[in-house]
């Protein structure tokens, strides 16, 4: 019989979690005390983020490793949209006492992982039963200085700039929930995402004015800048073009419209900033533009029709 939580027991088991975590040089204190001590400089950066299984991800369609990369990106992703750094991260995580502790080995190794690519450190956090897998990330970060990007700066005259992916997250998963495990690159999309780590410090430090990052769909969350800027987003689809996978997806489920995955697709976690046409960093591409008007989204001159996005209540 595999070795379970339940074998190991509660302390042990932290203990498992978190030794030889890598060093950090903001981290003065981190796991074994009641709580952990960061050197911050500044303006401190909060975010937090929960993940459910059965809503957030399956058993069956991703490995542990791929659940604790996509809980610790999908943390992030929130602090890079205000144009922060993050330095460390705590999880709250509650499992079930039959866990495997090899399916928690896994999670460790993908939670280690993304934070050596996101450039933060776990510090701590909490280990709970549960009838499910749970997984609460609280992420800190700085500014370095520099004020912070929300969401009610988007300006008139300003483009819509784009850095990371658009709806391939949303392609794997139509895929996955027909059965399938191809193409490989939107099912990777969707267990675990790859946001544009430190892209937001540096769209900050061009010159953008507000920022989000693309968890619940494109045209929702820039649903979320239209109404906080009290401005019009105008879209231009010609340059929201399907790539070649999403496009084998589309054919594949009967010849849907790719652009569906690209304007109602989340998970992605993408950062969409608004930003002077000649201030657009490099690595990042307009997708539209920023108007006087109605505070609403435009694609191609048009409302789009119901597009859904992601809503945890609907």
């Given at each position: 019989m595999p070795?379970?939580i339940?074998?190991?027991?509660?302390?042990p088991?932290i203990q498992?979690l978190?030794?030889?975590l890598?060093?950090?040089p903001?981290v003065l204190?981190?796991?074994?005390?009641?709580?952990?001590?960061?050197?911050?400089a500044?303006?401190?950066v909060?975010?937090?983020?929960t993940?459910?299984?059965?809503v957030?991800?399956?058993?069956?369609?991703?490995?542990?490793e791929?659940?604790?990369?996509?809980?610790?990106?999908?943390?992030?992703?929130?602090?890079?949209?205000?144009?922060?750094?993050p330095?460390?991260?705590?999880i709250?995580?509650?499992?079930?006492?039959?866990?495997?502790t090899?399916w928690?080995?896994?999670f460790r190794?993908?939670?280690?992982?993304?934070?050596?690519?996101?450039?933060?450190?776990?510090?701590?956090g909490?280990?709970?039963?549960?009838?499910?897998?749970?997984?609460?990330?609280?992420?800190?970060?700085?500014?370095?200085?520099?004020?912070?990007?929300?969401?009610?700066g988007?300006?008139?005259?300003?483009?819509?700039?784009?850095?990371?992916?658009l709806?391939?997250?949303?392609?794997?998963?139509?895929?996955?929930r027909r059965?399938?495990s191809?193409?490989?690159?939107?099912?990777?999309?969707?267990?675990?995402?790859?946001?544009?780590?430190r892209?937001?410090?540096?769209?900050?430090?061009?010159?953008?004015?507000?920022?989000?990052?693309?968890?619940?769909?494109?045209?929702?969350?820039l649903g979320?800048?239209?109404?906080?800027?009290a401005?019009q987003?105008e879209?231009?689809?010609?340059?929201l073009?399907?790539n070649?996978?999403?496009?084998?997806?589309?054919?594949?489920?009967?010849?849907?419209?790719?652009?569906?995955?690209?304007?109602?697709?989340?998970?992605?976690?993408?950062?969409?900033?608004?930003?002077?046409?000649d201030?657009?960093?490099?690595?990042?591409f307009?997708?539209?533009?920023?108007s006087e008007?109605?505070?609403?989204?435009?694609?191609?001159?048009?409302?789009?029709?119901?597009?859904?996005g992601?809503?945890?209540?609907k």
């Open positions: 070795e379970t339940s074998d190991v027991g509660e302390h088991m498992r978190t030794a030889g890598a060093a950090h903001q204190l981190g796991p074994g005390d009641d709580a952990a001590v960061l050197r911050i500044g303006d401190v909060v975010s937090t983020d993940m459910v299984e059965n957030h991800f399956k058993r069956a369609w991703s490995a542990a791929d659940v604790g990369r996509k809980a610790v990106a999908s943390a992030v992703a929130d602090l890079e949209a205000m144009g922060a750094h330095v460390g991260i705590v709250a995580l509650s499992v079930p006492a039959s866990e495997t090899g928690i080995d896994g190794q993908g939670v280690a992982s993304e934070c050596e690519r996101a450039g933060c450190a776990l510090v701590g909490d280990l709970a039963r549960s009838s499910e897998v749970v997984i609460t990330c609280t992420v800190l970060g700085e500014l370095e200085g520099r004020a912070p990007v929300g969401r009610a988007a300006l008139p005259g300003q483009v819509i700039a784009c850095c990371g992916n709806g391939m997250a949303e392609a794997g998963l139509a895929v996955l059965g399938f191809s193409p490989a690159a939107v099912v990777r999309a969707h267990r675990f995402p790859d946001p544009p780590y892209q937001g410090a540096v769209a900050a430090a061009a010159g953008a004015t507000a920022m989000i990052d693309i968890s619940d769909g494109l045209v929702a969350d979320h800048i239209a109404q906080a800027s401005v987003l879209l231009d689809s010609a340059r073009r399907a070649a996978d999403q496009q084998r997806v589309a054919a594949a489920l009967g010849g849907i419209d790719p652009a569906q995955f690209i304007l109602a697709g989340g998970d992605d976690h993408a950062l969409v900033a608004t930003i002077a046409a201030r657009v960093p490099q690595g990042w307009a997708i539209g533009k920023v008007g109605e505070p609403r989204v435009l694609v191609d001159g048009r409302e789009p029709t119901p597009l859904g992601w809503d945890h209540f």
